[in-house]
């Protein structure tokens, strides 16, 4: 467990800190300067909701905004209750915890209203790795109603968290349930995991592209400054200026005048892929220190805004562009998995199999790498091309970033398949020729030759294709230029 301290402020986190709690258990706390807001937050509220209707607090819910709630202390319990029968599996831990460490700083940036020391209550929580069973089922971009009073349910001690533990850990008051519950923060913190995951992935293709050129040298013009100069897109130019440093580094003799687009349209490709993740990660890391509350706790002037910034299009809408920009970054490394089994680049059996022999050597891994780029293609289907008209007409749109995160996060699952067939394949390539690449290059062949099984009889590739998978991350920083 990883027990660096995370200062929680309402404004710090990015995500790669995300990651640090929902993943590795990052200790965290909130910070004075954040309770202080919200407690204004929660003074202004109630002082308000004395004069003028409050959504949600004083009033009803969807179409029963307009329906007075007077004097009700059951109203806030009922809400809970109603929204939290969500359905299908349960969401991983990770994108649990990570829904957790987001609403704890959504409510330390203010605007909630919600008691203050909820603050202490949900980083108890996520610090003992109390895991509420959320139900995958239930958002659709709008807001993570479902996800959060499955989360206050188990605050209050009505429902068990997993693993059967029942212990309340919070006295949520009835008045403050809407203002817990109206959120995004259960599609912020996946799409918050998978941009980081995104980001590394997309690093870690560079050098393993390096890794493929050199088993079948490949030539290096298409990396050369000048012609990155002449269309100077910011993803293509640090795709091209990261391969260039680390090739330049080899010595290469160029096989042929000009590459296929595996190799000589690699930076013009993945280029768009790393854009749109830097993009997406931009927009995450904004919504994730944003104060999104309906309705919204203006403290400076003492009133509230009944407002629409729980929609999440922005993300949707940038993830949706991540999907396609990896589809069309993973069918190129797909493209350069077929050179590597071609003799007229490798020099090598078809295959690469065993000397001598008529073996099927590699040729499953095309097979593998083409089912997963299927998946990639299906996922990469916009999120926000669908909508929904819901509560009696009164919400009339949706933006399904929800279903855009959980289809990015699964997407990343098969492009890492992707990219562990090409490793596998441009290793055992480099190692039948004999071919030992030098400087950050040599340092990542050494480190996959160490990992990976040298036997090139035919046999059964999972397990390599599984060694290859869980050493990428260990690539990754070889991608930075």
């Excluded at 050098?207 to 030539?219: E, F, K, N, R």
């Excluded at 990015?408 to 492009?415: H, K, L, Q, S, W």
């Excluded at 999972?462 to 230029?481: E, F, K, N, S």
Aim: aromatic share 4%; proline share 5%.
């Amino acid at each position: 467990m990883n027990q660096t301290a995370i200062a929680v402020n309402g404004s710090g986190l990015n995500c790669d800190v995300v990651g640090a709690v929902a993943r590795d258990g990052a200790f965290v706390t909130v910070t004075p300067q954040a309770v202080e807001r919200a407690r204004q937050s929660w003074e202004v509220v109630r002082e308000v909701s004395t004069r003028q209707p409050v959504y949600g607090r004083t009033t009803g819910v969807g179409a029963n905004r307009n329906v007075t709630i007077e004097d009700d202390d059951t109203h806030g319990l009922r809400l809970l209750r109603s929204h939290s029968g969500g359905a299908g599996p349960l969401m991983s831990a990770e994108n649990v915890r990570a829904m957790l460490l987001v609403r704890l700083n959504q409510i330390a940036a203010g605007g909630s209203g919600v008691d203050p020391d909820v603050l202490g209550a949900l980083s108890d929580v996520i610090n003992r790795w109390l895991i509420p069973p959320i139900p995958a089922y239930g958002a659709i971009g709008t807001g993570d109603l479902t996800a959060l009073a499955s989360t206050a349910l188990c605050l209050i001690g009505e429902r068990p968290w997993q693993g059967g533990a029942s212990s309340a850990r919070f006295a949520l008051q009835p008045a403050d349930a809407l203002a817990f519950i109206s959120s995004n923060a259960a599609t912020l913190g996946e799409s918050a995991l998978a941009c980081r995951d995104v980001a590394e992935l997309l690093r870690v293709s560079i050098p393993l592209a390096g890794l493929s050129l050199l088993a079948v040298d490949g030539s290096t013009e298409a990396y050369a400054a000048p012609v990155h100069q002449g269309c100077p897109h910011p993803g293509r130019r640090r795709v091209a200026d990261t391969m260039r440093g680390l090739l330049d580094e080899e010595t290469i003799t160029p096989a042929r005048i000009q590459d296929p687009y595996g190799y000589r349209a690699f930076p013009q490709v993945h280029g768009p892929a790393v854009d749109a993740a830097e993009h997406a990660s931009t927009i995450v890391t904004r919504e994730i220190n944003a104060s999104s509350e309906n309705p919204f706790v203006d403290v400076a002037n003492r009133t509230v805004w009944h407002n629409g910034n729980f929609h999440t299009a922005y993300v949707g809408l940038a993830l949706d562009a991540v999907r396609a920009a990896m589809f069309q970054t993973a069918a190129l490394s797909a493209a350069r998995l077929g050179t590597l089994v071609e003799p007229a680049f490798t020099g090598l059996e078809p295959f690469q199999a065993a000397p001598g022999e008529a073996g099927s050597g590699i040729m499953i891994l095309e097979y593998v790498a083409h089912s997963a780029i299927a998946d990639i293609r299906r996922l990469a289907t916009p999120s926000a091309l669908g909508s929904a008209v819901l509560s009696r007409g009164v919400e009339e749109h949706a933006g399904f970033s929800t279903q855009s995160a959980r289809a990015t996060t699964e997407a990343i699952t098969a492009y890492r398949i992707v990219l562990a067939c090409e490793l596998v394949a441009s290793v055992r390539a480099l190692r039948m020729r004999n071919r030992t690449p030098s400087g950050r290059l040599g340092e990542v062949f050494a480190r996959a030759a160490t990992t990976l099984d040298p036997n090139v009889e035919d046999r059964a590739l999972d397990g390599d294709i599984t060694a290859a998978t869980d050493l990428l991350p260990r690539l990754a920083p070889y991608g930075v230029h």
